[in-house]
């Protein structure tokens, strides 16, 4: 009988074996495997990671353009800068005439000039950013914001506007009074001296018509807070046009565009 016990015994975890190998190299993959839900810890470390990871790889994203953003938004305008500070006035409107035309948008680029209507598409930070070193390296004499107010100060009227900031020059032989457009570039004047006019550069091609130049004059960009604007219109209802004489007509210049 008790032969017969130890048999049994022995046959009984011969078989327990067989049905339940356990290789060392596998131990830990079916004890995972078999009994997941005693590891809630782990599976919840594991997913902690790849919430990590996740958040790692979009953190990265996001910050990549951001930082090629700024440090394009700080390059693309030390050309100009780099002009300006030199008084190299030519070569600072031919860059600011190139901006624009980059800022308008990949159409302007291949066109090669800016449509009056693209000039919404230049952000408020770029044109201010123009036009501050414009003024900064003129004795806020120069830059867009100036144009903009003695624009203003001639009731809006764009010949007496070209006249006074000298894009226009008197014919000396004519009979009657009529103006025509300076011949660029010999003409205009490069030089910030006491000569020269409030508000000449920089220059803005009037080829295709004045909507260009007036949609720059009222982007959002040279908006003044309300105070300020009111402050000026009394200015301007008090204030003659140069001598006194009447806004010019447009009629008394010579169609002329060549800048």
Do not use: C
Not at 115 to 142: A, G, P
């Amino acid at each position: 009988m008790a032969t017969n016990a130890f048999k049994s015994l022995y046959n009984f975890k011969k078989q327990h074996s067989l049905d339940h190998p356990l290789p060392p190299s596998t131990t830990t993959t079916t004890t995972t495997t078999k009994y997941s839900f005693f590891l809630k810890p782990t599976t919840s470390t594991t997913l902690s990671l790849s919430n990590s990871t996740t958040f790692a790889a979009s953190s990265a994203t996001y910050s990549t353009p951001t930082t090629d953003t700024s440090t394009t938004h700080n390059t693309q305008f030390e050309l100009l800068q780099q002009h300006l500070s030199s008084k190299n006035f030519r070569e600072a409107d031919e860059e600011t005439r190139r901006l624009l035309i980059v800022l308008a948008g990949e159409a302007a680029e291949k066109r090669g000039y800016v449509f009056f209507s693209e000039v919404q598409f230049i952000s408020s930070d770029d044109l201010k950013t123009i036009d501050e070193l414009w003024r900064k390296y003129s004795d806020n004499k120069f830059g867009y914001s100036v144009q903009k107010k003695i624009w203003k100060k001639m009731k809006k009227d764009f010949t007496s506007f070209f006249i006074k900031v000298a894009w226009m020059k008197k014919l000396e032989s004519s009979e009657v009074e009529q103006y025509n457009y300076r011949a660029f570039p010999t003409e205009f004047i490069w030089e910030n001296d006491d000569n020269t006019p409030e508000g000449h550069l920089p220059l803005t091609n009037a080829l295709r018509g004045t909507r260009l130049l007036q949609n720059i004059f009222t982007h959002p960009a040279f908006e003044y807070d309300h105070e300020e604007e009111e402050a000026e219109e009394k200015e301007i209802g008090t204030e003659e046009n140069g001598n006194g004489n009447k806004l010019l007509s447009k009629k008394l210049f010579k169609t002329n565009y060549t800048f």
